[in-house]
C-alpha cells in the first residue's frame, strides 16, 4: 500500500470549471492528465473513489437565459457526462479500471446508476464516477454528490473547487474576508456562504456527512485531503 489513507470510502466531487484549466471553458488535457494521476495513486493506497463531476465548463444552467429552467438543467446533466466520460478515457489510459454511471439511463456509453452495483464496483477497486447529477432538473452537482455520498456509505465528502477554503465573505468582493478552517452546516446557511448550495448542506447536515472543501489548482491536493493533512475547510457539526 502506498501511503496511509484516513479513510476508506471517499466520494470526490470535481468542478467542470477545474478540468477546464485556466480557460474556464472545454477540457485541459494536461491537468485532467495530472488530476487522473493522482486518482491512481489513490486507488493504489487502497481508498475506494467515487466521483461526481458537474458540467460548468461546457453548460451551466445560468447560460440558458433564453431556455426553460428544465431544459437548461437537461444540458447540464448532458455536460456532466462529457466530462466523465473524458476522465474515464484518461484514467484508462493509465490502466486504472472505472465505470461510468449516469442517473439518466444512455446504456450504449455508460450503465444506468444502481446502488448496490456502484458499491459492488468499488468494493473490486474500481473507480465509479457518477453522471448526469441527480437525472432531475433543478438539484446541483453538489447536492448530486452529497447524495451519492451517503448512497455508498462515503467516510467523507470531498469538494475540489476553484478555491482552497471557505470565506466569511466573497474575497473577490470584500479584501478582508476571513480564512475559515473550520464551520458548521448551520453557519454556512445562516450566512448565506455560496460555497455549496443550500440543499446540499441542509442534506449533508440532516446526514451529517462531513465535507472537506480545497482547492485543485494543485492536484496533489486530493491525496493530502485524503491523508488527513490540514487543508481546506472542514464542514461538521457544531
Given at each position: 500500500m502506498k501511503g496511509e489513507a484516513a479513510y476508506k470510502r471517499?466520494?470526490?466531487?470535481?468542478?467542470?470549471?477545474?478540468?477546464?484549466?485556466?480557460?474556464?471553458?472545454?477540457?485541459?488535457?494536461?491537468?485532467?492528465?495530472?488530476?487522473?494521476?493522482?486518482?491512481?495513486?489513490?486507488?493504489?493506497?487502497?481508498?475506494?473513489?467515487?466521483?461526481?463531476?458537474?458540467?460548468?465548463n461546457?453548460?451551466?444552467?445560468?447560460?440558458?437565459?433564453?431556455?426553460?429552467?428544465?431544459?437548461s438543467d437537461h444540458m447540464g446533466m448532458l455536460a456532466t457526462v462529457l466530462n466523465s466520460l473524458a476522465l474515464q478515457g484518461a484514467l484508462a489510459n493509465i490502466g486504472v479500471?472505472?465505470?461510468?454511471?449516469?442517473?439518466?439511463?444512455?446504456?450504449e456509453i455508460a450503465e444506468p446508476y444502481i446502488?448496490?452495483?456502484?458499491?459492488?464496483?468499488?468494493?473490486?477497486?474500481?473507480?465509479?464516477?457518477?453522471?448526469?447529477?441527480?437525472?432531475?432538473?433543478f438539484f446541483s452537482t453538489d447536492t448530486a454528490a452529497a447524495?451519492?455520498?451517503?448512497?455508498?456509505?462515503?467516510?467523507?465528502l470531498l469538494l475540489a473547487k476553484n478555491i482552497n477554503y471557505i470565506y466569511s465573505d466573497d474575497p473577490k468582493k470584500n479584501p478582508n474576508a476571513e480564512k475559515l478552517l473550520e464551520i458548521s452546516y448551520s453557519e454556512i446557511l445562516a450566512r448565506r456562504l455560496g460555497v455549496m448550495d443550500a440543499t446540499a448542506t441542509s442534506f449533508s447536515m440532516d446526514i451529517n456527512m462531513p465535507i472537506l472543501l480545497f482547492g485543485l489548482d494543485d492536484p496533489y491536493n486530493i491525496i493530502r485531503a485524503i491523508k488527513g493533512e490540514k487543508i481546506g475547510t472542514i464542514v461538521k457539526e457544531a
Amino acid at each position: 500500500m502506498k501511503g496511509e489513507a484516513a479513510y476508506k470510502r471517499v466520494l470526490l466531487k470535481i468542478s467542470g470549471e477545474a478540468l477546464a484549466g485556466k480557460s474556464k471553458i472545454g477540457l485541459d488535457h494536461e491537468f485532467i492528465g495530472k488530476v487522473c494521476n493522482v486518482i491512481k495513486e489513490i486507488v493504489e493506497m487502497g481508498v475506494e473513489l467515487g466521483i461526481v463531476v458537474g458540467g460548468g465548463n461546457f453548460w451551466r444552467g445560468r447560460d440558458g437565459k433564453d431556455i426553460d429552467r428544465t431544459r437548461s438543467d437537461h444540458m447540464g446533466m448532458l455536460a456532466t457526462v462529457l466530462n466523465s466520460l473524458a476522465l474515464q478515457g484518461a484514467l484508462a489510459n493509465i490502466g486504472v479500471d472505472t465505470r461510468v454511471m449516469t442517473a439518466i439511463e444512455m446504456k450504449e456509453i455508460a450503465e444506468p446508476y444502481i446502488r448496490n452495483k456502484a458499491i459492488s464496483h468499488l468494493q473490486k477497486g474500481r473507480v465509479v464516477i457518477f453522471g448526469c447529477g441527480l437525472g432531475v432538473p433543478f438539484f446541483s452537482t453538489d447536492t448530486a454528490a452529497a447524495l451519492r455520498a451517503a448512497e455508498i456509505n462515503a467516510d467523507i465528502l470531498l469538494l475540489a473547487k476553484n478555491i482552497n477554503y471557505i470565506y466569511s465573505d466573497d474575497p473577490k468582493k470584500n479584501p478582508n474576508a476571513e480564512k475559515l478552517l473550520e464551520i458548521s452546516y448551520s453557519e454556512i446557511l445562516a450566512r448565506r456562504l455560496g460555497v455549496m448550495d443550500a440543499t446540499a448542506t441542509s442534506f449533508s447536515m440532516d446526514i451529517n456527512m462531513p465535507i472537506l472543501l480545497f482547492g485543485l489548482d494543485d492536484p496533489y491536493n486530493i491525496i493530502r485531503a485524503i491523508k488527513g493533512e490540514k487543508i481546506g475547510t472542514i464542514v461538521k457539526e457544531a
